[in-house]
């Protein structure tokens, strides 16, 4: 835990790093460190594991994290340098305004999810098979996160160009990137679950003779996963508009949403209902974000 500390320090800084060079548009450069970054971790955590086993691998992150952080930085000052934008420290203060519309409810919407996961979660452990339920939605997650991997870092660019479209009032553009990131997202995430879900009985037993309950729960997590990509847009189409609080609420409903239904479903179907619960969450939300994305760029979406 205290060796993390500088992890979690240096990742911090270098994802205001990152976003900045969103910000300038760099995504040949992000995609370079990204790459180096995978290369320096794979390496130190090869090299901490060998020598140093669990503590050499969590110092060789540290590590990793703060030769991407260093590489960031002289990326950001060589861009910031062609912009004509100087990185200077004073009157910085000035921009608090920025911070409280923008920063403020974007980082409490992300710590949501966290928290709401824990909640639910210790819901679930505390009932009957607590800790085998854990196991078996922690498996599911992690397919659930694979489908989730290519629409998040295509939606990474996607904020971009939705912000792009936004802030020259070009709805038309706008509405039309939106649909073609939601069909994108839909279309990759839902073939990908097919094939997720007609091998989910031998990916369930796979992790062992007390998983293959877990087929079903799998099955859920892949539809969700299909609703989750699409309100990935709908929530990068509010923030790109500047409804960034507006965000933030969808956010708490979705939350309160499956914890609500997971206080209720936990204790007769177990880990089914937490995985129902998330489900229906999600749908709930998707309907509630797309009414209030076709509101904001005053128009019909589809």
Same mark, same amino acid.
């Given at each position: 835990m205290q060796i993390s500390v500088g992890l979690l320090f240096f990742s911090t800084i270098n994802g205001a790093q990152i976003g900045a060079l969103s910000g300038f548009e760099a995504f040949k450069t992000i995609a370079k460190l990204n790459l180096?970054?995978?290369?320096?971790?794979?390496? &130190?955590?090869?090299?901490?594991a060998y020598w140093a086993g669990v503590k050499g691998s969590v110092w060789a992150l540290v590590a990793s994290t703060a030769i991407n952080w260093g590489i960031s930085h002289l990326a950001l000052k060589k861009e910031a340098k062609k912009a004509n934008v100087p990185l200077i420290v004073?009157? !910085?203060?000035?921009?608090?305004?920025?911070?409280?519309?923008?920063?403020?409810?974007?980082? !409490?919407?992300?710590?949501?999810?966290?928290?709401?996961?824990?909640? !639910?979660?210790s819901i679930l452990v505390r009932g009957s098979e607590g800790l085998a339920n854990i196991a078996i939605i922690s498996m599911a997650n992690h397919w659930q996160s694979l489908l989730l991997f290519l629409p998040n870092a295509v939606g990474s660019l996607g904020l971009q160009i939705f912000s792009s479209f936004a802030s020259k009032d070009d709805f038309y553009l706008l509405k039309?990137?939106?649909?073609?990131?939601?069909?994108?997202n839909f279309i990759v995430v839902s073939a990908s679950g097919m094939i997720i879900i007609l091998?989910?009985?031998?990916?369930?037993?796979?992790?062992?003779?007390? &998983?293959?309950?877990?087929?079903?729960?799998?099955?859920?997590?892949c539809v969700t996963a299909a609703f989750l990509a699409v309100s990935h847009v709908f929530g990068q189409a509010l923030v790109a508009r500047g409804f960034v609080w507006l965000y933030f609420i969808t956010r708490i409903m979705h939350g309160l949403t499956a914890f609500i239904i997971t206080v209720f479903t936990v204790p007769f179907?177990?880990?089914?209902?937490?995985s129902i619960a998330f489900l229906a969450a999600s749908i709930i939300i998707v309907l509630i974000q797309f009414l209030y994305v076709a509101m904001k760029i005053k128009s019909d979406l589809f």
């Open positions: 180096l970054a995978g290369i320096a971790t794979f390496l &130190f955590m090869i090299g901490g004073k009157e !910085c203060l000035n921009e608090w305004k920025i911070l409280f519309s923008f920063s403020l409810p974007l980082t !409490c919407s992300h710590a949501i999810s966290g928290t709401v996961a824990w909640g !639910c979660n039309r990137t939106i649909k073609v990131n939601v069909l994108f091998f989910s009985p031998i990916i369930s037993a796979s992790y062992g003779d007390s &998983f293959r309950s877990g087929a079903g729960i799998l099955i859920i997590a179907w177990g880990a089914y209902g937490l």
